[in-house]
T-cell receptor, first 115, second 119 residues
């Protein structure tokens, strides 16, 4: 089974600053998908950003971008201009196509954005 | 908007009870999932289903079963609840049909969760 490691259980950043959340994964597959999900306090999990492994270009979604290093099996999330509403648990997840499309999640990073 | 609903936000049951957790999605998704979320452990897959009446075990299926009689509904069953099943349970759905999903291809949409306490 694929393993996903998030080495930072908790992080803190000041409003308007930039923060990077790290994620590494272990797989022997060449084709797969990677995701970052966000779970705000007492609210539903939502997708932040997605990366297909066959795409070399790093995905971006407004203030959120990833640094995808396939050879290093690294998939970090950068949040620019952090906002108070970014306070949440962030989960990195791996999906192998044709495996039922289930996700393997990391243990999560709790991000606190302070004024 | 995709909507995934779960029958209860909070549930308290006693050891040995049979517990049903219900999940309904309204976007004609063929894939549905049950995860368990515990602090420090992240989300772990219990069971998933890629079609009506089809089910596959995830990483931690012991003590659980599932039922999918209709495409929109996926039920998680605790046959005999135990205290170590106290947890947050999250349901999710997705589609792998690119024509239906477009940019949401393979994105999982989550319900609000059911926090189950077994006494």
């Amino acid at each position: 089974a694929q393993t996903v490691t998030q080495s930072q259980p908790e992080m803190s950043v000041q409003e308007a600053e930039t923060v990077t959340l790290s994620c590494t994964y272990d797989t022997s597959e060449s084709n797969y998908y990677l995701f970052w999900y966000k779970q705000p306090p007492s609210r539903q999990m939502i997708l932040v950003i997605r990366q297909e492994a066959y795409k070399q270009q790093n995905a971006t979604e407004n203030r959120f971008s990833v640094n995808f290093q396939k050879a290093a099996k690294s998939f970090s999330l950068k949040i620019s201009d952090s906002q108070l509403g970014d306070t949440a648990m962030y989960f990195c997840a791996f999906m192998k196509p044709n495996s039922g499309y289930a996700l393997n999640f990391g243990k999560g990073t709790s991000l606190l954005v302070t004024p | 908007d995709v909507k995934v609903t779960q029958s209860s936000r909070y549930l308290v049951k006693r050891t040995g009870e049979k517990v049903f957790l219900e999940c309904v999605q309204d976007m004609d998704h063929e894939n549905m999932f049950w995860y368990r979320q515990d602090p420090g452990l992240g989300l772990r897959l219990i069971y998933f289903s890629y079609d009506v009446k089809m089910k596959e075990k995830g990483d931690i299926p012991e003590g659980y079963s599932v039922s999918r009689e209709k495409k929109e509904r996926f039920s998680l069953i605790l046959e005999s609840a135990s205290t170590n099943q106290t947890s947050m349970y999250l349901c999710a759905s997705s589609t792998s049909r690119f024509g239906l999903a477009g940019a949401n291809y393979n994105e999982q949409f989550f319900g609000p969760g059911t926090r189950l306490t077994v006494l």
